[in-house]
């Protein structure tokens, strides 16, 4: 039997615009999902919100001219640097045209906001969760691509860290370094020209399919590898957009057909907190010393907009106590955590709970006592507050830190 094999190509104009699918196919735009979220203090269509700025073209998901994307990108330039770059450099992958056109939309910073939390809380897996595990892939896998891709331009911004980000690490790589003993020339490229490259394959991928093929190819020499354009029928299922952020609903059909977008904007649903008692603690600014432990917080590069941080919590070796049988399904620690900004807007919140089987081993580092965000940088308040499970005893800590900015970190390279 044939297998069918699929192509990774792309085309210059869908680089361009970023019309990408998201990492996960599993986050969501179910009906089910959508119930769960408040009713909008704001609903507008598209016809309202164009009143706002007369000067954009309506609001659509399908192509638009060049007068129209020069009217865009002058409006993109026109908005505070965070916001513009969050647009092109943050979520360039993800965002759907017809997103970009609603958030242009806006009328102040506080409705941007509340469109940004919206858009990562549309896309969690489970909105239950005070952690976003969507949001916080996402922003791993920009880190990484930082880390192994970059060249000339950022990792995220090379075809390797584009692909890489989408859909995630291949199933396997076949590289070809330049000056490799056994070197041979990529199917369909010049045999007298001396190039590396590699091929991605992905056994499958959601609403590609099976045996996907990405070849990238490094003519330059410069270690900025560029994915072959090939041209195959199904080269738009690779960079679909499948999630939008705004409920769009078509009324009718045809040249007549009318777009509504809808803009959620209010409070959103928060998720649900386990230890209310450690949070009681952090919100009332309380301190306690009964619990000892140490904190570390590492930054890694992500985007001119965004930073991430990994805040690290290890609770020395000599309390951690080894359970009797009486104990063992209370023993353990529970962790909160809350980062929030000089006017008292929570940026992050985490919890976790460790438990300890033998009091020899070493913790430190463990991804249970661990927690990464994305934050823009300046100044922030880090919360957090320990309890041992078994007798109650807290510890908590309030720590003043600052993000710094892309230019400020480098990468592993």
């Keep these: 039997m044939e297998i069918k094999r699929n192509v990774c190509s792309v085309y210059g104009a869908i680089l361009f615009c970023g019309l990408v699918c998201p990492l996960f196919a599993a986050a969501q735009e179910s009906d089910s999902a959508s119930t769960k979220n408040p ?6 269509d598209a016809t309202q919100i164009a009143s706002k700025t007369t000067e954009l073209p309506p609001c659509s998901n399908g192509p638009i001219g060049e007068a129209a994307k020069e009217q865009r ?51 969690a897996p489970d909105p239950e969760s005070i952690e976003n595990t969507y949001k916080q892939e996402h922003y791993r896998r920009i880190v990484l691509a930082n880390e192994r891709f970059a060249a000339d331009v950022p990792g995220w911004k090379t075809d390797r860290g584009r692909v890489y980000i989408l859909y995630g690490p291949p199933d396997e790589v076949d590289s070809h370094p330049v000056n490799d003993s056994s070197w041979q020339a990529l199917e369909g490229e010049p045999r007298g020209a001396k190039y590396s490259w590699e091929e991605w394959h992905y056994n499958y991928l959601d609403f590609v399919g099976e045996n996907v093929d990405c070849d990238f190819v490094d003519a330059g020499g410069a270690g900025n590898y560029h994915l072959r354009a090939v041209q195959q029928d199904n080269v738009a299922l690779l960079f679909l957009p499948v999630h939008f952020l705004g409920d769009v609903r078509s009324a009718g059909a045809g040249p007549g057909a009318q777009e509504q ?46 930073t991430v941080a990994t805040i690290s919590v290890n609770i020395p070796r000599d309390q951690l106590n ?20 000089p006017t008292g807007r929570i940026a992050y919140t985490f919890e976790r709970t460790v438990k300890f089987a033998e009091p020899e081993e070493s913790h430190h580092g463990s991804p249970n006592q661990e927690a990464m965000l994305a934050l823009e940088p300046g100044p922030y308040d880090l919360a957090i507050a320990v309890k041992d499970i078994s007798n109650g005893k807290v510890g908590v800590t309030h720590t003043k830190f600052e993000v710094p900015r892309f230019e400020e970190l480098t990468t592993g390279n």
Aim: with cysteine; charged share 25%.
């Design 73 to 123: 990108r002058k409006a993109i330039a026109s908005i505070a640097p965070n916001y513009r770059t969050w647009l092109t450099e943050d979520v360039t992958y993800l965002i759907t045209p017809g997103d970009i056109c609603v958030f242009l939309r806006l009328g102040s910073d506080a409705e941007r906001e509340q469109f940004i939390e919206s858009f990562w809380l549309r896309r």
């Design 261 to 306: 977008i809808e803009i959620y904007v209010g409070a959103q649903p928060t998720g649900k907190v386990k230890y209310k008692d450690l949070e009681a603690l952090v919100t009332a600014h309380i301190i306690r010393a009964q619990v000892r432990f140490d904190q570390r917080i590492e930054y890694a590069q992500a985007t001119h907009a965004s």
């Design 39 to 44: 009713a909008p203090v704001i609903a507008q």
């Design 322 to 341: 080894t359970p009797n049988k009486e104990q063992e399904s209370t023993s353990g620690y529970a962790i909160y955590g809350r980062v929030t900004n």
